[in-house]
């Protein structure tokens, strides 16, 4: 079965329709990667799937919590959306660590809140986190005394903390200074490696020729085509695809 | 200038202060917890309240606190509500300190990047647990400047509750003049013990935000 279903799912800023109809259906440990010029829809896709953007139409399923866009507030919703998102990572571009937690704390919050995970308990998963992506012996500094690929990575540990079954990924390394942006995809691999199930959306197209299972192109609001990385950036069949390409390269 | 003047009214006018302190002191926790709530209400646009939080600190704003003070103490026992003078003070101070701590409260919480709401949120927080663990513990930080001139503020504004006869500092000064005709003098003095005091608390103050800034050290 599939590890996420969305159908049909719209967004609609004002007047703007930003999301027009996307049916997507991912499989577990696939890595797809989303790509496509700039205000085509991409970081609202993603932020929908996580309800930090309120869908206005449409169904979005991850693992078994399924909720349908309408924006009704009550409380079971709320809370099918909170354990939607407690089985979903999401990296953002800015990394939004905790600037007043250091790293291991920063990491830590998530087992402690929404797990109710011991503190001492907290620490070692915490540590041993940090270590995987690199930062073993970063755990006290904070995010301040970080470099943005540190601190991004430290971001991707503290999603990782709440053992997701899925990952989010909305552009990771366009903040970073190009020498930093290596470390950073590295550890995204070693998770495709692990079967992580992720959506990436990303222009670092050697990356997504390494990783992705499947390349999604993406233009206001629908998605143009898709295929395998060979088919979208060997063989794209639409003109749209096309000329996007030929910018990015 | 006569030193035993000093040195005779000095005792009264330290029990003074120990009211002074206990005014501002108690304002100040009861104008912490209304201008926290209210800053809440009126981020959360919580129905009913926020038109009441609202019109409340524009209220406050908008008029002298010397005005505040007699509607409370002279105004309120015409419908019933008779305070003494101590309470009325302590009720006007706090309601007062309350509406611009609101401001700042809510300022501060607004000030801290959306992204770190967004974070929380992405991980199945509540919106509660959000606020408690991830952002009020940095909005503080940026308040903590304009709490702490709040507060001066505050100690300031225990004087002006003199003219509803609670023998506070400067009510006391006057009360010693009136017996020693001294006013230079004695006023001096008030005006001594009130500097020690703010300078003080501006210390305590300032050490507690360079601690709680230290996370923004590089
Ligand atoms: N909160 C919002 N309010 C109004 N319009 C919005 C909002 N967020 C996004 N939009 C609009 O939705 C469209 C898609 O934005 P989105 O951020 O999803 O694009 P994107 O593909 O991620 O672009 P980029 O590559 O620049 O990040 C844009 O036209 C944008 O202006
Ligand atoms: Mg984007």
Redesign the pocket.
């Known amino acids: 079965m599939s590890i996420i279903q969305v159908k049909n799912l719209k967004k609609t800023?004002?007047t703007?329709e930003?999301l027009q109809g996307i049916d997507l259906t991912i499989a577990k440990s696939e890595v797809v990667v989303i790509m496509?010029p700039?205000?085509?829809?991409?970081?609202?896709?993603l932020r929908c799937l996580n309800f930090l953007e309120e869908p206005t139409e449409g169904t979005i399923r991850i693992g078994e919590f399924q909720v349908d866009a309408g924006g009704n507030k009550n409380r079971k919703r709320k809370k099918e959306i909170r354990e939607l998102r407690k089985i979903t990572g999401f990296v953002f571009q800015s990394f939004n660590l905790f600037p007043h937690k250091t790293a291991i704390e920063n990491v830590m919050e998530g087992p402690i809140i929404i797990h109710g995970t011991k503190v001492e308990e907290a620490r070692i998963l915490a540590k041993a986190l940090l270590t995987k992506v690199g930062l073993g012996d970063r755990c006290d500094y904070y995010p301040a005394q970080l470099s943005g690929g540190q601190q991004q990575r430290v971001a991707i540990a503290r999603s990782l903390a709440l053992n997701p079954m899925v990952m989010l990924y909305d552009?990771p390394t366009s903040a970073l200074d190009p020498e930093l942006v290596k470390e950073v995809l590295q550890v995204i691999k070693d998770l495709a490696r692990e079967g992580m199930t992720m959506i990436i959306?990303t222009h670092e197209m050697n990356f997504a020729k390494d990783v992705a299972d499947r390349v999604i192109f993406m233009d206001k609001g629908v998605i143009v085509e898709q295929g395998t990385s060979e088919e979208i950036f060997l063989n794209p069949k639409e003109d749209r695809t096309r000329q996007f390409l030929s910018i990015v390269e | 200038m006569d030193v035993t003047i000093i040195i005779d009214s000095l005792p009264s006018l330290l029990k003074a202060t120990l009211m002074t302190i206990l005014l501002a002191a108690i304002s100040i926790v009861i104008a912490l917890i209304i201008g926290f709530f209210t800053a809440i209400v009126r981020i959360l646009k919580v129905k009913i309240l926020n038109g009441i939080a609202t019109t409340y600190v524009s209220i406050i704003r908008g008029t002298p606190l010397l005005v505040q003070i007699f509607v409370i103490y002279y105004g309120l026992p015409q419908i019933g509500i008779s305070l003494d003078p101590i309470s009325s003070g302590v009720v006007a101070l706090s309601l007062n300190a309350g509406a611009y701590l609101s401001e700042s409260f809510r300022a501060s919480i607004l000030a801290v990047d959306n992204g770190q709401m967004e974070a929380s949120l992405s991980m199945g927080m509540t919106y509660s647990q959000a606020l408690r663990r991830i952002i009020l513990p940095q909005s503080l930080r940026i308040a903590i400047p304009t709490l702490s001139n709040t507060f001066i503020v505050l100690i300031k504004d225990t004087s002006l509750v003199s003219v509803i006869t609670v023998t506070e500092l400067l009510q006391m000064s006057s009360l010693i003049i009136a017996k020693t005709f001294e006013p230079l003098t004695i006023y001096l003095l008030a005006a001594a013990i009130y500097w020690v005091l703010i300078t003080f608390f501006t210390t305590i103050l300032d050490k507690l935000e360079v601690r709680s800034s230290k996370y923004l050290v590089r």
């Not at chain 1, 700039?38 to 896709?45: D, E, P």
Request: no cysteine.
């Open positions: 800023f004002g703007n930003v496509g700039s205000g085509s829809g991409k970081s609202t896709l552009e959306v």
